[in-house]
């Protein structure tokens, strides 16, 4: 079993890199992958733990790219965690997230809502800040009853808090990707908002411009979507890739490993995965 989508304290999730792997190697994982937004910040770490534990650690990323109706989110595997092009994208991208934060926290301010920017980099303990950070804050003050409250109140897209980010083309991320010796995955395709007679013929899009998987096997798919999702995948030339989207307390309802209790990704994933490298960062 290996789980290649998780999050940790490192963007928006609660957990530390060092705990994620602890987790994965409780839940039976062979691999795990670090996927924080926009950020390889945790993954010196989470390779220490991993190593001491004996389980491996695929360093990833996750990138929010431009897209309608919904949204398209990209996880890259092999990122090198320092240097090189995809890095300096990630760096521009970190920027603007931080512009982001700083709008936000003046929308709800006036918004009358009780929270300020110093609160959410408190809650997100210095480092990344994301939307759980503020959904927390909001929770604590009594604002509503729990983050899924202040996603669909506040902080949703379409919601008055919200505030966008800059998002980079998908073409450009699976180029930058593959340049830096990474390979490219659609995140929870479900969220592009597609019916099910147009997503396969974005998926084929996508497999033409170099996306190297699809994640089917996603912590919230029921199997059959799953099934469906990977039959798909197969049919277009692409991995059928899977994992949890463990985010800790702000997403409870997901495990590593497990997600909502059944998720089983299988381990040639990985070997997949990394035969579509660049040969010459394979091995």
């Given at each position: 079993m290996i789980d290649l989508h998780s999050h940790s304290d490192v963007s928006d999730g609660s957990e530390s890199p060092e705990r994620v792997v602890e987790l994965a190697a409780d839940a039976g994982c062979s691999t795990v992958a670090l996927t924080d937004h926009d950020t390889t910040g945790g993954l010196d770490r989470a390779g220490a733990r991993a190593a001491s534990l004996g389980i491996r650690l695929v360093p990833g990323c996750e990138v929010s790219c431009a897209y309608e109706p919904g949204t398209m989110h990209v996880l890259c595997y092999f990122v090198p965690t320092s240097g090189g092009l995809l890095q300096e994208e990630l760096a521009r991208l970190?920027?603007?997230?931080?512009?982001?934060?700083?709008?936000?926290?003046?929308?709800?301010?006036?918004?009358?809502?009780?929270?300020?920017?110093?609160?959410?980099?408190?809650?997100?303990?210095?480092?990344?800040?994301g939307r759980p950070h503020f959904a927390s804050v909001l929770v604590r003050k009594g604002v509503v009853s729990s983050v899924e409250?202040?996603?669909?109140?506040?902080?949703?897209?379409?919601?008055?808090?919200?505030?966008?980010?800059?998002?980079?083309?998908?073409?450009?991320?699976?180029?930058?990707?593959?340049?830096?010796?990474?390979?490219?995955?659609?995140?929870?395709?479900?969220?592009?908002?597609?019916?099910?007679?147009?997503?396969?013929?974005?998926?084929?899009?996508?497999?033409?411009?170099?996306?190297?998987?699809?994640?089917?096997?996603?912590?919230?798919?029921?199997?059959?979507?799953?099934?469906?999702?990977?039959?798909?995948?197969?049919?277009?030339?692409?991995?059928?890739?899977?994992?949890?989207?463990?985010?800790?307390?702000?997403?409870?309802?997901?495990?590593?490993?497990?997600?909502?209790?059944?998720?089983?990704?299988?381990?040639?994933?990985?070997?997949?995965?990394?035969?579509l490298r660049p040969a010459a960062h394979r091995g």
């Open positions: 970190r920027d603007d997230r931080d512009r982001r934060n700083e709008e936000m926290a003046r929308t709800l301010a006036h918004l009358g809502l009780p929270v300020t920017y110093e609160e959410v980099v408190a809650e997100a303990g210095g480092l990344g800040v409250e202040a996603f669909g109140s506040y902080l949703g897209k379409g919601a008055p808090g919200y505030v966008s980010k800059a998002r980079v083309e998908v073409a450009s991320v699976v180029d930058l990707a593959r340049r830096s010796g990474a390979v490219a995955v659609l995140a929870h395709p479900l969220s592009l908002g597609l019916s099910p007679a147009g997503l396969e013929p974005e998926l084929r899009r996508l497999a033409e411009l170099g996306l190297a998987g699809v994640e089917c096997h996603y912590g919230r798919y029921d199997p059959a979507t799953r099934a469906d999702l990977a039959a798909a995948a197969r049919r277009c030339g692409l991995v059928a890739t899977g994992g949890s989207d463990f985010h800790g307390s702000y997403k409870p309802d997901l495990s590593v490993g497990t997600g909502t209790g059944d998720l089983a990704v299988p381990d040639e994933v990985v070997a997949e995965l990394e035969s």
